[in-house]
């Protein structure tokens, strides 16, 4: 069975960063994308960041530029995504989620390409 487990969500304080983690299990993964999305009160689930099977390509939503930066180290089935500079406006629930190698690389950011989805991890932010 797939599971998808994250991790390291928490209160924090504005100005202040987390790392997620996202640990794959139940499958070889090889060859598939990662992404993390959110999900806010009241709004839709939203992308946040992506990257590739071999780390060379990254997408991210205009709100999570030059502040988070996802990675991954395939050895051990993981996916991060480390927040920093953390706003109100980022308190969601942070969902891990894998893609299949069939799609292409080019356009990460497409939650319905992705098969696989762990159950969250709230991320809470307070001003």
């Known amino acids: 069975q797939v599971q998808l487990v994250e991790s390291g969500g928490e209160l924090v304080q504005a100005g202040g960063s987390l790392r997620l983690s996202c640990v794959a299990s139940?499958?070889?993964?090889?060859?598939?994308?990662m992404g993390w999305f959110r999900q806010a009160p009241g709004k839709e689930r939203e992308f946040v960041a992506a990257?590739?099977?071999?780390?060379?390509?990254?997408n991210y939503a205009d709100s999570a530029k030059d502040r988070f930066t996802i990675s991954r180290v395939n050895a051990k089935n993981t996916v991060y995504l480390q927040m920093n500079s953390l706003k109100p406006e980022d308190t969601a629930v942070y969902y891990c989620?894998?893609?299949?190698?069939?799609?292409?690389?080019?356009?990460?950011?497409?939650?319905?390409?992705?098969?696989?989805w762990g159950r969250g991890t709230q991320v809470t932010v307070s001003s």
């Open positions: 989620a894998a893609r299949s190698p069939s799609f292409a690389d080019s356009n990460l950011a497409t939650a319905s390409q992705y098969g696989y």
């Open positions: 139940g499958r070889t993964f090889s060859g598939y994308a």
């Open positions: 990257v590739n099977w071999s780390g060379t390509n990254r």
